[in-house]
């Protein structure tokens, strides 16, 4: 598929607003529990590790276009050999004489040669690259990451939006009771606790935005730029505010240095909220000069770094870190001193609500897809109670069912990152460059070189990614285990 080109700078924009999501406002939360020197190593090191995968990705993607240029280059060849042979024998028997056979016209050989067969003109998604590169186990073992993947992020939306909605009726929004941490089970409207209006809200998020599950939803390019602007204005309302309460000297925040108990939620808050990896495909290809497409990535990760740096330390030195909300935009909904304008605080505790409902139905109509392509059989095609009813259900009902069950958002984050996304993130990309490069070996040899290669383009840097991410996801079992057998 190929799609229109877009410049350099729009590129860096669209990257930018993938990566900056819902896990942004969870991630000053995980700060505060962890402490604001382990944080900012943690998330400086985590956003290395993501540029190298992302780099890995590219390499992979422009060695499928290399290979997908190759077989058509070789499918021509045999139809161009298969038509010659043809015409030679229709002139032996017109002209009762021989004639020797025509070859390939020199300026087809010439433009051949030109192309560079590397070059991302393609868009080739995650999935096809595992098809090309894995075998039958690896594209297996691909399609469940990403759907347990999927899954998280379905069950992090659904507990997001009620929960926003819940803070609104529920919380206190005249300034006349100050700053107060709400308890699930204390009263809403009057009989109806606080957790029985989040299940509420739950049912109607489920019944207004369930349906699109069993068709296909699409996100409009008008939608994408107002979900963009709402996110903007927030983030930057966020920030202000927090630098604004923190220069008058009434910040709240005493963030520890160090606490290796928040750790491991740290971790995947912050692989979460580097994920864009399984997006590269989409975002990549259209970029018109990808000459310069590694100080692209390069500036973009310095900027969102920077960006996830100053959103973190502004609210744990402005809130009381007993205090921040694990959606930090309720946060501003809960404290009268930093914003006391009520339009304002509405419009922050409704911000996710927004624009998380607008991704909702997007996620879930990829998930479907995935599940269908997962037990695809060549040839074959599914049933109509499959295919529209079975496939969507168990799309949508595992994380609404999550969602009743627990709202604890900095822990689906956490868990979503730091399993599905350490697969996602780390090891499929360093997978893909290492089985892309065996591949096309013995096609090209060593003369032809990729030139989007990985500057991490030494095998160790496979090998420890790899190692890293069996390191981090013991490390994050062990901690669960323990936390669980204490409690």
């Given at each position: 598929q190929?799609?229109?080109v877009?410049?350099?700078?729009?590129?860096?924009?669209?990257?930018?607003?993938?990566?900056?999501?819902?896990?942004?406002?969870?991630?000053?939360?995980?700060?505060?529990?962890?402490?604001?020197?382990?944080s900012l190593t943690l998330?400086?090191f985590?956003?290395?590790?993501?540029?190298?995968t992302?780099t890995?990705?590219?390499?992979?993607?422009?060695?499928?276009?290399?290979?997908l240029?190759w077989?058509?280059?070789?499918?021509?060849e045999?139809?161009?050999?298969?038509?010659?042979?043809?015409?030679?024998?229709?002139?032996?028997?017109?002209?009762g004489?021989?004639?020797?056979?025509e070859?390939?016209?020199?300026?087809?050989?010439q433009?051949?040669?030109?192309?560079?067969?590397?070059?991302?003109?393609e868009?080739?998604?995650?999935?096809?690259?595992?098809?090309?590169?894995?075998?039958k186990?690896?594209?297996?073992?691909?399609?469940?990451c990403?759907?347990?993947?999927?899954?998280g992020?379905?069950?992090?939306?659904?507990?997001?939006?009620?929960?926003?909605l819940?803070?609104?009726?529920c919380?206190?929004h005249?300034?006349?009771t100050?700053?107060?941490?709400?308890?699930d089970?204390?009263?809403c409207?009057?009989?109806?606790?606080r957790?029985?209006?989040?299940?509420?809200?739950?049912?109607?998020?489920t019944?207004?935005?369930?349906?699109?599950t069993?068709?296909?939803?699409?996100?409009?390019?008008?939608?994408?730029i107002?979900?963009?602007?709402m996110?903007?204005?927030?983030?930057?309302?966020?920030i202000?505010?927090a630098?604004?309460r923190i220069?008058?000297g009434r910040?709240?925040?005493?963030?520890?240095?160090?606490?290796?108990?928040?750790v491991p939620n740290l971790f995947?808050?912050c692989?979460?909220?580097?994920m864009?990896?399984?997006?590269?495909?989409s975002?990549?290809?259209?970029?018109?000069?990808?000459?310069?497409?590694?100080?692209?990535?390069?500036?973009?990760?310095?900027?969102?770094?920077?960006?996830?740096?100053?959103?973190s330390?502004t609210?744990i030195?402005c809130?009381?870190g007993?205090?921040l909300?694990?959606?930090?935009?309720?946060?501003?909904?809960?404290?009268?001193?930093?914003?006391?304008?009520?339009?304002?605080?509405?419009?922050?505790?409704l911000?996710?609500?927004?624009?998380?409902?607008?991704?909702?139905?997007?996620i879930?109509?990829?998930?479907?897809?995935?599940?269908?392509?997962?037990?695809?059989?060549?040839?074959?095609?599914?049933?109509?109670?499959?295919?529209?009813?079975?496939?969507?259900?168990?799309t949508?009902?595992?994380p609404?069912v999550?969602?009743?069950?627990?709202?604890?958002?900095?822990?689906l984050?956490?868990?979503?990152?730091?399993?599905?996304?350490t697969?996602i993130?780390?090891?499929?990309?360093?997978?893909?460059?290492?089985?892309?490069?065996?591949?096309?070996?013995p096609?090209?040899?060593?003369d032809?070189?990729?030139?989007?290669?990985?500057?991490f383009?030494?095998?160790?840097?496979?090998?420890?990614?790899?190692?890293?991410?069996?390191?981090?996801?013991?490390?994050?079992?062990?901690?669960?285990?323990?936390?669980?057998?204490?409690?």
């Amino acid at each position: 598929q190929f799609l229109c080109v877009v410049s350099v700078q729009v590129g860096l924009v669209y990257m930018f607003n993938l990566i900056v999501g819902t896990g942004a406002l969870t991630m000053p939360k995980a700060f505060a529990t962890a402490g604001w020197v382990v944080s900012l190593t943690l998330i400086c090191f985590l956003g290395f590790m993501s540029y190298v995968t992302t780099t890995f990705v590219i390499e992979a993607m422009a060695s499928a276009n290399a290979q997908l240029r190759w077989k058509r280059r070789e499918q021509e060849e045999v139809s161009n050999d298969e038509s010659t042979s043809d015409y030679s024998e229709d002139e032996v028997m017109v002209r009762g004489r021989s004639e020797p056979q025509e070859t390939r016209p020199i300026l087809s050989v010439q433009r051949a040669a030109s192309v560079d067969h590397f070059d991302i003109l393609e868009r080739v998604e995650m999935g096809q690259m595992a098809s090309m590169f894995f075998n039958k186990v690896g594209v297996n073992m691909f399609y469940i990451c990403i759907i347990v993947y999927l899954y998280g992020d379905l069950a992090i939306y659904a507990a997001a939006v009620p929960i926003s909605l819940m803070e609104v009726a529920c919380g206190n929004h005249s300034c006349s009771t100050g700053n107060v941490k709400y308890n699930d089970t204390e009263s809403c409207w009057g009989p109806v606790r606080r957790k029985d209006a989040y299940r509420v809200f739950l049912s109607i998020f489920t019944f207004l935005l369930g349906p699109f599950t069993f068709f296909n939803a699409q996100k409009t390019k008008y939608l994408q730029i107002l979900t963009s602007l709402m996110r903007w204005i927030a983030f930057t309302m966020m920030i202000v505010l927090a630098l604004i309460r923190i220069g008058k000297g009434r910040g709240e925040g005493h963030p520890p240095v160090a606490q290796i108990s928040g750790v491991p939620n740290l971790f995947g808050v912050c692989v979460y909220s580097f994920m864009c990896q399984h997006s590269l495909p989409s975002l990549v290809t259209p970029v018109s000069d990808k000459r310069r497409l590694g100080t692209l990535l390069l500036a973009d990760y310095v900027l969102i770094l920077a960006f996830y740096g100053l959103l973190s330390f502004t609210a744990i030195f402005c809130f009381d870190g007993s205090l921040l909300r694990d959606m930090y935009t309720l946060s501003f909904t809960d404290d009268c001193e930093v914003l006391s304008v009520v339009p304002l605080r509405y419009f922050l505790g409704l911000f996710p609500v927004f624009t998380i409902s607008t991704n909702f139905p997007i996620i879930a109509v990829t998930l479907r897809n995935n599940w269908k392509t997962l037990f695809h059989r060549e040839g074959g095609t599914y049933p109509w109670v499959v295919d529209r009813v079975v496939f969507p259900l168990i799309t949508l009902v595992p994380p609404v069912v999550v969602a009743f069950c627990t709202h604890d958002l900095e822990t689906l984050v956490g868990i979503t990152g730091a399993y599905a996304g350490t697969g996602i993130q780390y090891i499929i990309p360093a997978c893909l460059v290492f089985f892309s490069r065996r591949h096309l070996k013995p096609v090209f040899g060593c003369d032809v070189v990729n030139k989007h290669r990985s500057p991490f383009r030494h095998t160790f840097w496979v090998c420890f990614i790899l190692l890293w991410s069996v390191f981090c996801l013991m490390f994050v079992t062990a901690n669960i285990v323990l936390t669980e057998t204490k409690s």
